[in-house]
């Protein structure tokens, strides 16, 4: 991976500031932090608050904005440098921004915004994993975009990313499974039924065993079995499983998302001996009513369960001997769980156990929570149950993506293929479109629309560029060159400055796990784009004018395809 600098007005600014202030001063990096883009631009373009250097200085902080502004000369960068009330504002010269922001973006193309600060460390992802037998519903929806995401921008800051699918396929609900299977079901009805018939099974048990509390032993004892590696048991969990990831398969395929591994929660069982031992050794288990758990009073919290009665594991267990498995495989640096909010407390007491066993690294395991979804007008889907099916919900979006296109545009070229891709985007981008861990209603006619914020939306705004571009018959080449002073309109500068903002948005998503950083990042710079091309015409007779506003028409299209990118949206040429 290339090594990228890109223009930072934070940097230039610590570093003038550092030296403009006498002893006793503040570092660069501290400075740099302290720096904000003022929320009105008649306060210029980055803001220094001088409250903290109030203090150090035992000054008023007014009077070291004043001061400041007396000593530093804004040349090059700045056009000016003011003092307004306690603030220190800076407004950027034009000329170098325009130039530095767009010859980045033609130098780097699709890599503009990427770094190389991980150095290729390895960062495990653990997402998606849904439960084997049970349908992929919405629910498990975030946890395969987010972490999907997170590898994509991770990725992009040169680390290299280990996604891993802890399919959920172990546990006392395939015990239940066989159970009720052995009873109720049948193979043809289970060939013919597919996940709808184990559901259907499942189902069965829970209600059957209300009236019969016997049924639950027995599906313990066929778990049990399950753990002991009988035979019969293990060819009917095998088939199960097989079963069920036909149909997730279908899922990843139509959000063309992969995984570097499927080991899910079974792949651990051999693993489990080892790390009751070592818990053992280390004084952490005790036994509690033929439990084994660890203890987490000390901590404010429930305790651990690590062995049931029966001696079979758990959830807990299983996350335990992951990590631990994990950590030895790829020596990572970080470790991101993404899961709902409701499963908090599992991760805080096994990290907590980690950190007992004396895991330096614990620290670095990382739980990503977010919201629930929920569907408005959910009638318009297929239902197993309560629960809407994420492959009914793609091809809902799929199918109703075509009918608004050949409304729009019937005369498109390849119309299917821009359905999928526009339909599955709005799917995606619903979901990682606001903070991740707030609530998200899914809305048909919102997530579908070419006008809100949505997916379609920046897509549509992409192939308007792309189709700007073709009118122009711009190629790479005739990209290359460009008279910054050209550009100095303010919807023109309004543009170059949301993008000269991008590489630092995406560290923000990074550092913050937060995806709708980039989602709504790129939902201003489509604004800001749409303001221009309004206010601008692009095809011009200056031909320095035209081409200087073509690259800027370039630019735009190469950030939206990156960022739609990281979030794992494509971006269509025509729609
Ligand atoms: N299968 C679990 C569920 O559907 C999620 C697993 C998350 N990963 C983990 N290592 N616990 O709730």
Redesign the pocket.
């Known amino acids: 991976m290339q090594k990228n600098s890109y223009l930072d007005y934070k940097e230039i600014i610590a570093e003038t500031v550092e030296t403009a202030l006498a002893e006793p001063g503040l570092a660069k990096e501290a400075i740099y932090a302290l720096l904000e883009y003022p929320p009105d631009d008649k306060l210029g373009d980055l803001a220094l608050p001088c409250f903290q250097l109030s203090k150090l200085l035992k000054k008023a902080p007014n009077l070291i904005a004043q001061e400041l502004a007396g000593k530093i000369d804004p040349a090059p960068y700045f056009a000016a440098v003011k003092a307004t009330g306690p603030y220190l504002n800076f407004y950027v010269e034009p000329v170098p921004l325009v130039k530095a922001v767009l010859d980045s973006i033609l130098t780097y193309g699709s890599n503009y915004g990427s770094r190389s600060i991980g150095g290729g460390q390895n960062i495990v992802i653990?997402f998606s994993?849904?439960?084997i037998a049970k349908p992929f519903h919405v629910g498990?929806l975030c946890s395969t975009v987010i972490g999907n995401s997170l590898y994509k921008i991770f990725e992009f800051l040169g680390y290299n990313c280990v996604g891993i699918n802890?399919l959920?396929d172990w546990g006392t609900q395939f015990g239940k499974l066989i159970t009720a299977y052995k009873k109720w079901g049948s193979a043809e009805a289970v060939e013919e039924g597919l996940i709808k018939e184990l559901m259907r099974l499942y189902v069965k048990f829970h209600t059957e065993a209300e009236q019969d509390p016997a049924l639950e032993d027995e599906a313990r004892e066929w778990f049990r079995k399950i753990e002991n590696g009988d035979e019969e048991a293990l060819t009917l969990w095998r088939w199960f499983k097989e079963i069920s990831l036909e149909e997730f398969q279908r899922v990843y395929d139509m959000l063309e998302i992969t995984f570097d591994s499927m080991a899910g929660e079974s792949f651990y069982n051999d693993k489990i001996g080892a790390v009751v031992k070592e818990l053992q050794e280390k004084q952490l288990l005790v036994e509690s009513d033929g439990a084994a758990i660890v203890n987490l009073d000390d901590y404010g919290m429930p305790p651990c369960l690590i062995l049931k009665k029966d001696g079979s594991t758990l959830y807990a267990t299983r996350?335990i001997a992951?990590a631990l498995y994990r950590k030895k495989t790829y020596q990572f640096v970080k470790a991101l769980?993404v899961?709902g909010a409701a499963?908090s407390l599992h991760f805080k007491q096994w990290f907590k156990v980690m950190e007992l066993m004396g895991c330096d690294w614990a620290k670095d395991l990382v739980h990503i929570p977010f919201g629930l979804v929920s569907l408005k007008g959910e009638k318009l889907s297929t239902r197993t149950g309560r629960v809407v099916l994420l492959e009914d919900l793609l091809k809902t979006a799929i199918e109703k993506t075509l009918a608004i296109i050949n409304e729009k545009n019937p005369n498109l070229v390849q119309k299917e293929e821009v359905a999928q891709v526009v339909g599955v985007g709005a799917v995606v981008f619903g979901a990682l479109s606001v903070n991740r861990i707030k609530d998200v209603t899914f809305s048909w006619e919102e997530a579908l629309s070419f006008e809100g914020e949505t997916g379609p939306y920046l897509q549509y705004t992409h192939a308007r560029a792309c189709s700007i571009l073709r009118k122009a018959g711009v190629s790479p080449e005739t990209m290359a060159t460009f008279t910054p002073e050209k550009l100095h309109e303010p919807a023109e500068l309004r543009v170059v400055k949301t993008m000269y903002l991008f590489p630092e948005k995406v560290l923000s998503a990074a550092h913050e796990y937060e995806p709708s950083i980039i989602s709504r990042y790129l939902i201003e710079l489509a604004q800001n784009f749409n303001g221009f091309y309004h206010e601008c015409q692009v095809l011009v007779d200056d031909q320095d004018l035209q081409q200087a506003r073509l690259v800027l028409v370039w630019a735009v299209k190469t950030i939206l395809a990156t960022g739609l990118g990281l979030l794992g949206i494509k971006a269509p040429e025509q729609m």
Do not use: L, R, V
Request: no cysteine.
């Open positions: 653990d994993a849904p439960n498990h802890h959920g996350d992951a769980y899961t499963q």
